[in-house]
């Protein structure tokens, strides 16, 4: 029942992701009606992804490649979720009744020992994959890739921006010289 609990909770997650990804999609020029049904369907898979890929506002860097980028957004996202999971197996036994209404010491202090072991479970389920996977994007790291923003649609709009911008001041001066000329 916990673990149900637990999947339950952590997919409910996915609808606040969801609405943070569409918003800040849509600011950015994404496609944010593409990212935020990915994120619904899958949002430990997907969100590393979109940091990874998103447009850059300016001011805003990304720095090791594409392929770094992502595995250390994945390992960020795996290390919240297993935070999170371990703080919902610190509050939900306790909440659900798994002890009885006489407690006697020896039932405390197994169930004191098997959430310890469980911790102790749940941290090597969560530092051998981090471990592996920043040693293998420590590998693809390129120390010499840097993006600086804007990128993608947020530059082409701001240029965009710009060049309608130096069109009217143009039209501007050229209004204000015939009429000074007049």
Do not use: C, H
């Amino acid at each position: 029942m916990v673990y149900i609990s637990v999947l339950l909770f952590t997919y409910f997650l996915a609808i606040p992701i969801t609405i943070f990804v569409a918003v800040d999609a849509y600011k950015r020029k994404n496609q944010w009606v593409w990212w935020s049904i990915g994120v619904v369907i899958s949002w430990p898979l997907i969100l590393p992804l979109y940091f990874s890929f998103r447009n850059l506002k300016e001011g805003e860097t990304r720095e090791g490649g594409l392929i770094w980028n992502a595995i250390k957004n994945y390992v960020l996202v795996y290390s919240t979720n297993i935070f999170i999971v371990i703080l919902l197996l610190l509050i939900l036994p306790q909440n659900l009744g798994y002890l009885s209404r006489e407690i006697f010491i020896t039932e405390l202090a197994g169930f004191n020992i098997s959430l310890s072991f469980i911790y102790y479970i749940i941290f090597i389920i969560w530092l051998i994959p981090s471990i592996l996977f920043l040693m293998i994007g420590s590998f693809f790291k390129d120390d010499y890739s840097k993006k600086e923003g804007p990128t993608g649609k947020l530059k082409e709009y701001k240029l965009q921006k710009k060049k309608d911008l130096n069109k009217k001041l143009k039209e501007y001066y050229e209004n204000k010289n015939k009429n000074f000329e007049d």
